[in-house]
Every structure is written in C-alpha cells, then in structure tokens.
C-alpha cells in the first residue's frame, strides 16, 4: 500500500493540481474572466440566495387551454355541418365535450362520419402513438359527442409551453435583465430565474400577464347600463369594463376583432404631445394596416374599445380614417405602465394564460449577508477541526489538514467544471464536508494505532492501517452519497445546492483518502524510515 | 509532543449489557416521539403548507413588532406570524395559505407591501402555491423512502440481509426520534428538513457501516467469540474513530450553527441533534446489538477451533483481546 511507481505518483498529483487550478476563476472579478479564454472561464455560479435575485415558476392554466381547444372544436363541427349542408341544432359545450344533435335522421350517418373526420391521429406522420385528438361517439337519439382526448390536451399544453417560452424570454429580456434563464419544467411549467432583480413585482407583473391586444368596434345602438342592470348582454356583444380614475365602467364591445395585437410590428412608449401624459405607440403590419384602414374608414364617428386581456383600457371615437398604420393607446398610465405595456406588445401575447405557482425572490442585501456569513462560519468551522486533527494526531493531524485543505480546493474546482450553482445550503454542505473528509483519515489513523498496539512494526502497521481502512471508508461513504444522489433528484434550489456539494465533497475525500493521503504518508515513510509510528 | 486521547487506548466498556437499558428506553423515545408527532404535529414551513413568506429589515434599525402585527392583522389575510428572525431590525411574516387559488397568494403580499410601505427593505419573499407545496412534501417523503431503500439493496448486496435490516431499524429509529425533536421544538419543517433528515440518514449508516465493517471482519477473523463479546470488541475498537469523527462532525456543525445566520439554523440544528446525538447513540447501542436478534452468529460453537492462517492473522482487536482470540494467535 505504501509504495506509488513514479508514474502513478505523478498522475496523481497532476489530478489533484489541476482540479484545484480549476477553482482559479472564482478568485477573479467577472471582468478579467472574460478576457481569458473560452475553456479557462468556468467558475461556480452563486445560487439566487447568495446573489439576490427571483424564482418563478410558472403554470399554463390548463383550463384556458381546454377552452380554447373546445371552442375550436365547436367551430371544426360548425363549418364541417355548414359546409355539408346538414341541419344541425343544440350545438354546445358541456363540461369537456361538445355535442351536436342532427337535425334530420336520414343526414345522420354522413354527418356522423364526417365528425368523425375531425379527430386526427396525434404526433404527426411519424409519432405513430395511436392516439387520436378527439373521441367521436354516437350516444343515440341523433346526437353526437366530442371529446378532446387526454393526449390532445397534454399534446397542446406542451406546444403552448414551447411557444410561450420565447416570448417570456423575449419579455424579460427587455426589461433590461442580466442572464436570465428561462426553461420547461415538466409538462405544464416554464421557471424563470433571474439574477439580482431591483424590482420583482415589475418582474411579475409582466410574466402574468396574457397581453392580449384587441382592436374592437363599441356597440352604440345598445346601452351598457341596461345590460349590467338587466344582466341581458346582446348576442353578438361581450360586456367589459374601463377602469378610469379607481372607478370601472361597463362597455358594450362588439365580439368581432377589427385588428388584433398579432398584427402590430412594434410598440413604444412616449409622451402625448399634447397633455404630456404618458401613452404607447403602435406600428401595424400591412395586413393590420389595410384592414384598420378599412374599418377606420367606415366608422367614422363611432368609438372603438382597445380591448387588453378583456378590460378597456380605453373607448376613443374614430374621428378621421386611420390609413398610416399607427397609432396610439393612451389610457391612464405612469411611464412604467407604459413602458411594461410596449414591452408586453413587442413581445406578443401568450398563447394561453399563465399563473404564478410559486416565487421566491431574495433581495440583494440578504444574499451579500448570507456569503458573509457562509464564509464566517467555513472559516470557523475548517480553524476548529485543523486545530483539533493536530492536536490529536499530530504530525499526521498536519497530514490530514494538507488532505482537507486540497480536498476543498478541488470541491471549488469541480464546481467550477461543472459551473454548478452555490447555495448557502451548498456552503453547509462544503463544510459539512470537511468535518466528515477528516474521518477518512481517522479511520486510517486509528488503525494503524490499533495495529501498532498489536504489535507490528511502524512501516508495517502503517501499511495494514491503510490497507484494512480503505474497504470501510469505500463501504461508509457510499450510503452518504447515495442520499446525496436521491437528495439532488427530488431536491430543487438551494437544497440541491446542498447535495451537489456534499456529493462532490464525498467524491472528492474518497479521491484524497485513497492516493493523496497515501501519498503523503508513503513519502514520509520514505524519506524518514520511522521506527515508531507518531499518532 | 502529547497527543490527545479522547477514548483510552483500552477502553472495554461492555455495550453489551446496556442493551437491557438502550433497547427499552429506544422504544420508549420512539413511542414517545410518534405520541409527539400526533399531537404536538409538525411546524410545516410554507415549503409543504403553502402561503407566503416574507422577510423585512425595518430601516430604522429596529422593527416595531407590535405595530406591524396589528397593521397586518387588520388586513383580513387570516392567520398572520411575526418573528424576530436574527437582528432586532429584522422580521419574518408569515401568512397562511389564502383561499381562492393561485393568484390569491400573489394578491396578499400586495397587500403586505401596500400596508407596510417603504419604511422597511423586503429582503426576502416566497410564495408557494397549493399545488406546489402539495407536490414538494410527495416529493420529499419520496425522497426519504427511496434513500432508504437504495441503502438498504447497497447494505445487503456488501452485508447479509440481518445486516440491512439492523441498519435499517437503527435507521428508522434516528427518523422518528429526530421527527420528534423537530415536534418538540416546533423547528420549520420545510425541504431544507428532508436535506437535514437524508443526511443524518446518510451519517448514521456511515457510522452503522463502519462498526458492522468490522463486525464483519471479527466474524470471519475469530470463530470461537461468543456474538455478544464479538461486538463489544468491535465496538471499543472503533470506539475511538467514532469519538474523534462526531467532535470533528460536531463542530463544523457548531461554526455553522453559530455562524451560519438564521436562514440555516433549523437545518443545522436537526443535523446536530440527529447525526451528533442520535446518530452515534444509534450505531453503538442499537444497530450493533441488534444483530443478536437478527440471528447473526448463531451457528457459532464453542468447540470449533480454527486459528487463522499466519500469513493473514492481523493484530488482535486492541487490548480487549478476549482469552480465546489471544489463544488463536501462535
């Protein structure tokens, strides 16, 4: 056990220098690191909790989605019947399904296969999953009833969360944000983590929010008041509010879109030029531009309602044909609202709704406490457990401290290769590993007391001690680590910060235990031919 | 230079005996900490109860607790905590999970921020929805279970089975009782507690692993030891290792209790109780005799006589040597 070819030697110094080299870029500011080259710039990452910053995790609302997908299938069912020229009536949606009842029997069987059209098989040509997108059942009495399948709605969620992503990514990015992350998590779930955020509600504010832009024509000939006091709205009409000075106001809105907020190209915010208050302008594309023209033109004198996520933000009455293809939305906004609105309408709607499920956001003042604090209490930690090996073991105390000391060297090495995050949990983790990276040695050192009491001669204990201990530190560690492994599987944040760091610290103790210490022992035993062993 | 010695070189504390003592009071702690878990409960953090949390520093330099308790009462958001959470400026608030979904969450710490103003800096808020505090603590009980059981098919694949299932009563026995410290002192129960909780797991199996290492290792060195003097030499002959490695454990966990600021607090004081205290007490006073019970070592007579070969006869286990081992060597 005690004796290393030169080779061997080398190899495993050159691992463990070269691992701590790895640690090198955490010792420099952000700025100089840029400058080095590509391969030499991986450094830990400080968790949210360290640097300050927002965790969001968001969820597709499933229920709009559903919706959405019902009410489509009602209008597949709608111009499928029309255009068969079949007799249709009660088509509704009930609960999750829609059902039509066919007017004449004698249609019934046509109609019934030409429904049964409408359910395609999922995942395309080459996902041949077998599932289909609706379920089409005949229930008797002529009537029919579709259901959107499970897989169909899982198959949605998931293409809504892949749009929506972008456009979250592209709303953050304008709010000016460093290193933001966005990324899928599960089925139905997009977190957002950004780093060092002054403000998290703006944050949240414009992740929650649909930005829906609408461009409808108010209902004049009916009055507002009557339809909220009767609580009879007109068929074609919704009923909305504007809120203006903290009170809200009912608007009959047509349910026709004139123009929607897919066809604007751009939205800035500014200043009316001539009450000085705060507003957003808007760009359409030709297509959002001819038809606005169009509309603009026929209505002249009549209001239209900017319509977004379903409130008013306002009602203005058209006094002239729009025919440039911009405008503006005036309402009562502060130049922060106006600004989060351009952003919003640059960035796009969202193609379903989002709720925030959980958010965790620490403010920069915590985060530089808690490094402080980690650190005070490494430093503590690692002054207390070198003082104690050496005075219980002496010159292999001093042995071990060496051990230790590269031990959590090459722990901010690996964290470095692996640009791993750095939580507080994490610190306590890298502690915690060197109280337990010292037992490896102690392990080793009181064997060799314990042979050395039976009687063996100093080289030769020495040998046995390691030889016999190395099985049990193997043995022992490994339980460790696998509830580190099953801690960093379930865990998320600063807790799988904690089993990141207390995985790699047993990894790396394992690596010290089993050559570095070794290796200094061996050299020692070398160099001094000790008769007595001194622990 | 004088080395320390914690535990002397030949210590021969009989173990063995005191299990008529440690197995009963075990059992007792152990009902009484399930007594505990059922009535006293747990003081299930936001992680797995949902609601809101919110952590302010009152620029003043000290916070007015009263004050803002009947502010925030007035609210109507429920039951509403305050805490004095490390220095005197410094409050936790926490609000209890509000009806009506995902966005009511949100709508209570507006109107925290509204009610409280700019008197105070807001260094910390979480928010966990029903759905999500849900999912975290199936998330964690899993996770408790699944380390559980990788340990044990690892434990049984390098042990015997008698050798698994001993760890794993220890194991569940370090559980409950650190259940019931966390019970009685009413500590946050949140996802930092399952880390703290997998790593005593972790910990006391390490030290289980080493004691049945070398219960392992007698077994096969000396046939003619009687199982309960078997075990008390193991355990004296490790007794030492397990000493000097729970002061080294004992006090990286004290820096980080003195120093580590409250946000970790709980974690490293679970860790303290269950790996220090626990677990050391566990590894020596249970998992060790329990073996007997387990039935390891039965097929051992008194009239078998196998010396081990010479090339391979280690030292004898430390000064405890039993007449019989001492015969074994030539």
Redesign the interface.
Known sequence: MLYFSRWKAIAIVAIAVIVCLCAVPNFFSPQTVARWPEWAQRHVVLGL?LQGGSHI?L?VDANDVRQQKLDQVRDDVRRVLRDAKIGYTGLVIRGDTVEVRIREGSDFQTAYSKLRELSVPLGGLLGGTGQRSLAVSDTGNALVRLTVTEAAMTERIRQVVEQTIPIIEKRVNELGLVEPTVQRQGIDRILVQVPGLGD??AL?RIL?KTAKLEFRLVDVSNSPQDAVQQGRVPPDDDLLYETRGGQKYPVLVQKQVMVSGADLTDAQPGFDQRSGEPIVTFRFNTAGARRFAQVSQENVGRPFAIVLDGEVISAPVIREAILGGSGQISGSFTVESANELAILLRAGALPAKL?????????P??GQ??IQ??K???Y??AV??VV??F????LFGLFANIAVAINVAMIFGVLSLLNATLT??G??GI??T???A??SN??IY?RI???V????SAIS?ID?GFS?AL??IL?????????????F????G??RG??VT?GIGIATSLFTAFTLTRLIVASWVQWQRPKTVP? | MRLLRIVPDDTKFDFMRFRRISFPMSAALSILAIVLYFTHGLNFGIDFQGGTLIEIQAKSGTADLQRMRTTLSALGLGEVQLQQFGGPADVLIRIAQQPGGETAQQAAVEKVRGALGSDVDYRRIEVVGPRVSGELLYKGILGVFAAIAAILVYLWFRFEWQFALGAMIANVHDLVLTLGFMSVTQIDFDLTSIAALLTILGYSLNDTVVIYDRIREMLRRYKRLSMPDLLNVSINSTLSRSIITHVTVAMSLLALLLFGGPAIHSFTATMMFGVVLVGTYTSVFIASPILIYLGVGTGRTEHVETPAPATDTPAPPAKASPPAAAKARP
């Open positions: 909790d995790l969820e998290p509600e949240l929650g709720t925030p499920i959980e958010q965790r956001v620490v403010g003042g915590l406490d808690s604090k980690g005070l209490a490494s503590a930690g207390l457990v104690f090996m005075a219980t073991y002496g507080l949990p610190i306590a502690v915690l060197v109280g337990i010292v037992d102690v392990l009181e007391r314990e042979e009491r039976g009687g063996r204990a046995a016999r099985a049990t043995d022992s560690n490994i339980t460790t680590f696998i509830a580190a492994a099953v801690l599987v379930i865990g998320t600063p807790v904690f089993a207390l622990i």
